[in-house]
């Protein structure tokens, strides 16, 4: 198996925050890789590092074999970044964007102009080409950005948060997009906050905290170290939560926890998603015989909170290193 | 559901287009120093066109400051204002176009805000191509700014001895050192954090530097320490130099020392912006 990405105790420290606190990724070649974890973690200073755009401090990262230090100019020459830092010129148009980019990478002036108008043709933006991208909408500006990635076809792909801020329908031509690139043979490196993104395109994830992976594996390794999904119920009478409580933890063998709203009970399930789904329906059959009058019920998929309590005992905390 | 019609909610990712435009063809050759830095040279010159209010700080800003200097000293320092304006105008030129090029080092620090930098960066070309680009584009800025001074110094009756050629000359001349003077701003563009602190550092550097030389005053009044200063000062040989260059007198030490300072100016500061670049 041919590695895409390669570091080992890779380091990066901003003053006395060590961002990056010895990170050892193994990505192979034309997979996508999800990196999760909440803002701060680390997840966009490791994707600068493998980018070229950071010095490491201490370790090392290779990208197809090619080290990020001592032979910037041949990364360079097979990745490509895209993300909130590193973004097109909100002056330009579409086009003027893509032409730029595509002289810089070598085209001559008709081919640049032939390459940024099929690039905009299949991402949806012909009609956009001749429009400032401070005009563009969220989606349209992801797809832009995207657009700009892959003028030359890249090896490895950094998508930095591709999706943070996007409405669901944008949010799902992105991963439909990602799905493309990668079917094509493009190694793709993702990051991002939310574990059904992780989930939905990812073969392996890494979950970072503090700088550091605390987790690693497929996506149904993950899930089930934390359990597959909980069960939340909001009853209509406080009265029956000890009942409630009772009948949930026998049905679904799991910790039930009752939250701070004298209605609500939480449990989670572990086992696969059918299981989930099998064993939440004979729990919610057993409340109904027992006459626990339900207001309100879901089943979810574990949260990154959840996700985060189950594997650092803390949650996901909104720290932004400066 | 609503009744806006966005594009983006007609857009589905077509497969086949898509792999197409994935699939294509074999890679061009790495462009070559030169060519990627025009290549960034015609981005400065697509921001003028879609934005061409920036071109408010080459045309009135020069057009006050010369009319300002003109009438605020002229009767004072030499009796007229023809009379002035022979010795004031190319010192008004020098000092309208260096304090500009700080606006070299606003534009690096907008675009690493911004995050176009971050893109620049991880493109193979020439390392300095994109610096080298923005002050290319920039030197159009001061060839106008240059333009519109002398014309407005042509119509207040400033009437160059050096022809048509001393005055190219001396633009010429303003223009190589301006380019080698911006790097002072694209390395306080990488440095500082803030827009308005590359703009507070360019202000403590420019004044001093613009004013305590030969543009306004002839040194001779000045104390001594004060001479001292303005002699070493690269404003005031660049100053001596276009002035005798529109004079016609071409005073060859003048625009020695000039050319000397620029490929200093140059060195030392290209070399800083550049490691900044490749560090940040």
């Known amino acids: ?322 | 559901m609503s009744t806006a019609t966005e594009q983006s909610t007609v857009y589905r990712p077509a497969e086949a287009s898509l792999n197409a435009v994935l699939a294509a063809g074999e890679q061009p050759p790495r462009p070559g120093a030169l060519s990627a830095s025009l290549t960034f040279g015609w981005r400065a010159m697509l921001k003028i066109k879609h934005v061409p209010e920036q071109l408010f700080d080459v045309t009135a800003f020069p057009i006050i400051m010369t009319l300002m200097f003109t009438y605020l000293f002229g009767g004072a320092l030499a009796g007229s204002v023809t009379e002035y304006l022979q010795f004031l105008l190319p010192g008004v030129l020098v000092t309208s176009v260096v304090m500009i090029t700080m606006y070299t080092g606003v534009g690096v620090n907008i675009d690493i805000e911004k995050g176009v930098f971050d893109r620049i960066r991880t493109l193979p070309v020439w390392r300095p191509a994109a610096l080298v680009g923005m002050i290319l584009g920039d030197m159009f800025r001061y060839t106008i700014a240059s333009a519109v001074i002398l014309v407005l110094g042509l119509i207040l009756g400033f009437r160059p001895g050096g022809g048509v050629a001393g005055v190219l000359a001396g633009i010429a001349l303003l223009v190589v050192f301006s380019f080698a003077f911006s790097w002072v701003w694209t390395m306080f563009g990488l440095l500082l954090r803030t827009e308005k602190s590359v703009m507070g550092v360019s202000m403590l550097v420019l004044f001093p530097l613009t004013f305590l030389s030969n543009v306004f005053v002839d040194p001779a009044t000045m104390p001594g320490w004060l001479q001292a200063f303005v002699e070493v000062n690269p404003i005031t040989h660049l100053v001596g130099g276009v002035r005798s260059l529109m004079a016609g007198t071409w005073d060859a030490g003048e625009i020695m020392w000039t050319l000397i300072a620029s490929a200093a100016l140059l060195a030392v500061f290209g070399t800083l912006t550049m490691r900044l670049y490749n560090r940040k």
């Open chain 1, 1 to 322: 198996m041919e590695l895409a990405i390669e570091t080992s105790a890779l380091v990066k420290v901003f003053g006395t925050t060590r961002a990056v606190d010895g990170i050892d990724l193994a990505v192979p070649a034309g997979t996508v890789y999800g990196v999760l974890g909440p803002n701060g973690a680390g997840k966009t200073t490791a994707v600068r590092v493998l980018a070229t755009l950071a010095r490491p401090d201490g370790g090392e990262a290779r990208v197809f074999g090619h080290d990020v230090v001592r032979e910037a100019d041949a990364v360079r020459a097979r990745v490509s970044l895209t993300g909130q830092y590193a973004s097109i010129d909100e002056d330009l148009t579409g086009m003027e964007n893509l032409v730029l980019l595509a002289r810089l990478l070598g085209h001559r002036k008709a081919g640049a102009r032939e390459r940024a108008a099929r690039l905009l043709d299949a991402f949806g933006l012909s009609d956009a080409a001749g429009r400032q991208v401070k005009q563009y909408s969220g989606g349209m500006r992801r797809r832009i950005d995207i657009a700009a990635s892959i003028i030359r076809t890249p090896d490895v792909v950094f998508l930095d948060e591709p999706t943070t801020g996007l409405d669901p329908r944008s949010r799902n031509q992105v991963w439909e997009i990602v799905r493309i690139i990668v079917a094509q043979g493009t190694t793709v490196l993702l990051t991002t906050q939310y574990l059904d993104e992780a989930d939905h395109l990812a073969s392996r994830i890494a979950v970072i905290d503090h700088g550091k992976v605390i987790a690693e594996g497929t996506p149904g390794e993950l899930k089930s170290s934390v359990g597959s999904g909980s069960v939340h119920l909001r009853l209509r009478d406080t009265a029956q939560r000890p009942a409630a409580e009772r009948i949930l933890a026998r049905t679904l063998g799991a910790a039930v926890q009752s939250g701070a709203d004298p209605l609500t009970v939480t449990a989670r399930i572990s086992g696969s998603d059918l299981v989930a789904a099998e064993q939440a329906s004979r729990a919610l059959a057993e409340l109904a015989h027992a006459g626990v009058t339900v207001d309100d019920f879901s089943l979810g998929q574990p949260s990154l909170d959840e996700v985060f309590l189950a594997l650092t005992d803390h949650p996901a905390t909104e720290e932004v290193p400066a």
